[in-house]
């Protein structure tokens, strides 16, 4: 590695405490850093947006280099896993670092060179041909700059991004969204009975503080999230659900903003949007919601607590976006929720919504779909279907699956042939 007084002369040197935060997907960055000491975890949102744990990075390893490349946003929440030191390079100082420190070069160049693979394998799999890669270097391009050669492999990358599908699924309407109600909204349904039994758990070693700027209002709010590094995943279900071990994390999925009481997951608080052009928002816009303004103690977020935050960010939705893919996840979580404490009427209408808002997505985004992601969407809308007794719109999500390619994603569609042959090879287990 290059020599150590010399990265910092052009650097900052800085330590992070086990299970801080160095950085969450999609928020823009500036700068990068150079592992010196420690592990980090580098984890991304799943389909389901519950994060999972994709690799690890340790000494002599570089990260958050493509945001100095071409200003993309963060493509993973980064968590110290140990005490760890880290060396941050800002872009001032990035073509120095590439300059006299040519092997930590030659391993950005790498890991691009890697990734411009994938994704080209990606667009393969989608049926689409990716644009002509940029010729390698020779040897008697001896002189040619890492920036250069990094630049045109970014560049690349971006070229076949732009093929791939949208990030966001936002959909502009013909129709103005609905403006808050003047009237006091009543979130909980009528019929609706406290699940509070006064049990709490402790859950403050789980989760960590961070500060947020609203996508709303503008305004910075804090917020509390579930710490990955520290949670043991126990199992994932059919419809996407990832459980941990002696932690719920449907009750710490949302934030609500000091400010305006805008109420959104954490991954929306987490990227980097406008809040109305022109002006911030003052006040509480959503003050008219009756019984939620947010969690009485940060590390037990009760059942009804929950509950309120879920009904409450898709209020808030129907006022900011037509995004169905947000609205069926929102509408999943709070089926989980209720499907958990045995509310089953009011988990079968969330049930019915969210396969709603996923049918939707389907339909406008099917040909734009990796084949792993249509096998997913599929598995939750046989399993909604199942939850609402449509049992005859399951078996075909199921049977649209069934001939999918193995190779996709072999122990998923094991699961998916064993599910199918369970509940519609077995008549008996229908009602169930």
């Not at 420690?38 to 493509?66: C, H, K, N, Q, W």
């Not at 110290?80 to 950005?108: H, M, Q, R, V, Y």
């Not at 403050?204 to 503080?209: D, V």
Request: overall charge neutral; proline content about 6%.
């Amino acid at each position: 590695m290059a020599d150590i007084n010399f990265l910092k002369s052009i650097g900052t040197v800085k330590q992070f405490a086990e299970n801080t935060f160095v950085f969450m997907q999609d928020e823009h960055g500036d700068c990068m850093y150079l592992v010196l000491k420690g592990r980090f975890g580098v984890y991304i949102d799943s389909y389901s947006d519950f994060p999972y744990r994709l690799a690890s990075i340790e000494s002599g390893t570089v990260f958050g280099e493509m945001s100095l490349i071409d200003g993309s946003p963060r493509s993973a929440t980064i968590i110290a896993e140990t005490d760890g030191t880290a060396l941050i390079i800002n872009k001032t100082n990035f073509a120095e670092f590439l300059e006299k420190a040519p092997d930590l070069s030659a391993n950005i160049i790498k890991t691009l060179e890697a990734r411009a693979i994938t994704t080209a394998e990606t667009l393969r799999g989608l049926g689409l041909e990716p644009p002509l890669a940029p010729p390698a270097p020779k040897q008697t391009d001896a002189l040619l700059s890492p920036m250069t050669h990094m630049a045109a492999l970014s560049s690349y990358i971006r070229k076949m991004n732009a093929l791939l599908p949208p990030v966001s699924t936002e959909e502009e309407s013909a129709t103005p969204l609905l403006p808050p109600a003047d009237d006091t909204v009543r979130l909980l349904p009528i019929d609706y009975r406290s699940l509070d039994n006064g049990v709490s758990n402790d859950n403050r070693t789980k989760i960590n503080r961070r500060d947020f700027i609203c996508p709303y209002c503008g305004v910075e709010t804090t917020g509390f999230i579930p710490l990955f590094s520290v949670l043991t995943q126990k199992s994932t279900s059919l419809d996407g659900r990832i459980i941990y071990e002696d932690f719920d994390i449907l009750r710490y999925t949302n934030i609500v903003c000091a400010n305006c009481n805008y109420t959104d997951s954490y991954q929306i608080f987490g990227k980097p949007r406008k809040c109305p052009p022109g002006k911030l928002i003052s006040g509480n816009m959503f003050k008219n919601i009756e019984n939620f303004t947010g969690y009485k103690m940060f590390y037990a977020h009760s059942a009804d607590e929950a509950i309120l935050s879920h009904l409450q960010n898709i209020y808030c939705m129907e006022r900011t976006t037509n995004d169905p893919l947000r609205f069926g996840k929102a509408w999943m979580r709070l089926y989980w929720l209720y499907r958990d404490h045995n509310v089953m009427n009011h988990a079968v209408s969330a049930a019915a919504a969210a396969r709603h808002y996923y049918k939707r997505y389907l339909d406008s985004y099917a040909n734009n779909l990796t084949p792993k992601s249509k096998m997913y969407m599929l598995a939750k809308l046989g399993e909604l279907s199942i939850a609402v007794g449509d049992y005859d719109k399951a078996q075909y999500y199921y049977t649209e699956i069934l001939p999918m390619n193995k190779k996709t994603d072999p122990p998923y569609h094991k699961l998916c042939t064993k599910r199918y042959n369970e509940i519609f090879k077995t008549p008996v287990k229908r009602g169930k």
